[in-house]
């Protein structure tokens, strides 16, 4: 079992908030991504849940039991360090065997669940070797297989990928989800990558200065972003943000977003004119910024994108695709076609003008 | 062209370290020198550089008279004894304020730094009082004691930035492991900081052997270690310079050796970090 | 790594260092201070009463006060400048690519671990005595009077002496520091067209400044407690001529009994090695930030 709920739960450092009160509730065998910029109190919230910070008032529950005062170590979680934290003077072997060892287990079954996880982990080689020894993906593994081994309630990885170079950090995100579907167990994962948070999570949670922003599925969050905030961190390249005055539905808004992909080029015709700028060329896809009166706009074409670095083009966005938000930042109804497309021929006379 | 120049530039700044090096050494072994004469050569007018007659006699009347031997044992069981009772309260206290620091721990060490600048004559009086009140006067147990005490903010200083070193993740893995406090620092902390504690306890046995004021003001016969027993050479009737410079060979030579294996972290622990 | 419970252990763990150092420290200072106003010699027992600043106006006024004082100056300043200029250029001679490095660097370093005791006695009987010196025997070599260092010139036989033990330690010290120095630096500055002097004063030396207070500050911390070294060879003679604070109040306190004064003498040389010790800490102060 690993349901885990946050009962407004806050830390102060110094007198300091980092965290302000906060619910949230984890169910059983879900893979939750905390994602957010650094210093939005994501780590904190996962060493509090972990037992390494104390709560400053509030309640944490694991599996229907109050755990805000449990020890770590009495809390059945295993924890992945961004370090990996291993232990260097030890080999793979008793690194990993070391959270049975140290609940008075049998040695030759700690012998047998060891070479289990190393076996699965495609570690079994390198048992006797030190970790100093190995290399970043390997030691993740090592990681990874000492959490395992204690078979926790949940897993709690704290950036588990950020010192692994690019193409090692995309198979371990597999290999990590991966994992969750073989042991369905609660995973909670925190990271400032949102690629890592859309492409593993079932649920993710957005953190900004100490706040949760928005929770929601990948894909709820990339399509109903709450406010302007959550809509700028999700997705990549970035949304792109055109400030406007209009009223929409009845309610005044300051700001309208639009995502690279739902921008559309032409030569003869659109809402705004504009220059090319700089193009990124990725083989599959394009991305071109391009300069119209006031604003740069990030446009996703394909890969055999015909236009190049000074021509001059048409942009549009499409209709049902755009994003509006008020003063504060708060997303306002998005979903009429209509009233999209009213206001975006009045926006196209002001960039004109 | 350049090669020539390089090689000439090599020989040239070699030749001069090592003539410093040797300038630098040579009274000590002129010392070890010395202590393989007879006293007759020892003070002979024209002094014999290597062409003497090797005796190992000054050794031998050093070593059959007891007395050096229980001076040599004194400074082995101060030297060594402050150094581990030292260790053992060092490495709680420093192992607290690398790993839980709080807002005081910065003044703590600051506090703890501040008592190693206090120059001893500035308790001298009151050690030496109390020490006679509580019979503590010329013996083992109140040198160790001394030894401990002035040397523990060095050692507390050593281990601390030994400590800092270890990433707080390690110690919090062995925590979520299931490892209580004391099973995290005895398996997980103690292991991975060895060299530090290692060179820590090396310093500390140096820096206690050498010591020359407490060990000189509070022992007398019983009690001196070879610091003092050395001392009591330079009254006019001690002056045997061959059995001097056995006696002194002796004395020096464990330090030498354990501080060539030390001098690395020589330089850390005697600017308390500052210079790494 | 702070939890309430982690927090209360950590608090546990240092209080015995802290404890002891507190009673180390405060007692037996609180005891000197009450022992410097009190008239309190140690053959006369029971005779102690209060006298108020007459032991600091007796210390103070003493000529012997000012004297060691002007020694204790001359012995720090003296041996604080042979050991940082040798220190310095021993730093950049063994920084060199030279021929058994590190047999040479061992050869320099071995003076620090000899005991003070040891080295007093070796250069006093050994080199300086003026009878079987070797200073002695190369002086009638080359045809000079034979020198009799330690009366003679006491003072500068004992800088001699405990710059002899230090500059190992400074040397070491600065040798550390040079070869910390970022290469890319001096290749910068190379290619910048800075020569071989330009590089050292520039570069180098600001490099250095560091290592080099640091030096300056905790040898002046040890050097202003010099002792064995002169109880050995000069017993502070001839008169005064070697006579620093620390053996001026160890003589008043333990070989004249006269508690009052040596404690007052005590608290004078606190006094003054605070005003060292405050730009040490601080220096090291600096170096927690990081």
Known sequence: MGNITLKQVTKNFDGHEVIQPLDLSIENGEFVVFVGPSGCGKSTMLRMIAGLEDVSSGKIEIDGQDATETPPAKRGLAMVFQSYALYPHMSVRNNIAFPLKRTKMDAALIKDKVEKVAETLNLAAYLDRRPGQLSGGQRQRVAIGRAIVREPSAFLFDEPLSNLDAALRVNMRLEISQLHKDLKTTMIYVTHDQVEAMTMADKIVVFNAGNIEQVGSPMALYRHPVNKFVAGFIGSPKMNFIDIEETVEGQPVTCMGVRPEHLVLSDTAGTWKGKVGVLEHLGSDTFLHVDIPGVKLTVRADGNCPYEYGDEVYVSPIPNQVHYFDSIGNAVCNESIARTTASVSSISKTADS | MRQAQLLRQKVLYSLLAWTVGIAIFFPILWTILTSFKTELEAVANDPSFLFFDWTLENYKTILNESRYFSHFWNSIVISLGSSVVGLLIAIPAAWAMAFVPNKHTKDVLMWMLSTKMLPPVGVLIPIYLLFRDFDLLDTKLGLVIVMTLINLPIMIWMLYTYFREIPSEVLEAARMDGASIGSEIVHVLLPIALPGIASTLLLNIILAWNEAFWTLILTAAKAAPLTAFIASYSSPEGLFYAKLSAASTLAIAPILIIGWFSQKQLVRGLTFGAVK | ?290
Request: hydrophobic share 60%.
């Open chain 3, 1 to 290: 790594m702070a939890t309430t419970s982690s927090r209360f252990l950590g608090r546990a763990m240092v209080s015995p260092a802290v404890v002891l150092l507190f009673i180390w420290m405060i007692v037996p200072l609180a005891m000197t201070i009450y022992y410097s106003f009190l008239n309190y010699n140690l053959l006369m027992p029971g005779m102690q009463e209060f006298i108020g600043w007459l032991n600091y106006e007796y210390f103070l006024t003493d000529p012997a006060f000012l004297e060691s004082f002007y020694n204790t100056l001359l012995l720090v300043c003296g041996v604080l400048a042979i050991t940082i200029i040798g220190g310095t250029a021993i730093a950049v001679l063994l920084d060199q690519a030279i021929v058994g490095r590190n047999i040479v660097r061992i050869l320099v370093l071995a003076p620090f671990f000899v005991m003070p005791t040891v080295s007093a006695l070796v250069w006093k009987n050994m080199f300086m005595n003026p009878v079987n010196g070797l200073f002695a025997h190369l002086f009638t070599f080359f045809g000079f009077e034979a020198y009799d260092f330690l009366s003679q010139a006491p003072l500068a036989s004992i800088i001699l002496i405990v710059s002899w033990q230090w500059l190992p330690f400074a040397a070491l010290i600065l040798l550390t520091a040079i070869q910390s120095l970022d290469q890319e630096q001096l290749e910068a500055a190379e290619l910048d067209g800075a020569g071989p002097m330009a590089r050292f004063f520039l570069i180098v030396v600001p490099h250095l400044s560091r290592a080099i207070t640091a030096v300056i500050l905790i040898e002046t911390i040890f050097l202003l407690s010099v002792f064995a070294e002169i109880l050995v060879t000069t017993n502070g003679g001839p008169g005064y001529a070697s006579t620093n604070i620390t053996y001026l109040i160890y003589s008043q306190s333990l070989l004249d009994f006269d508690v009052g004064a040596g404690s007052a003498g005590g608290i004078i040389a606190v006094i003054l090695a605070n005003i060292v010790a405050i730009f040490l800490m601080r220096m090291i102060g600096k170096n927690l930030e990081k």
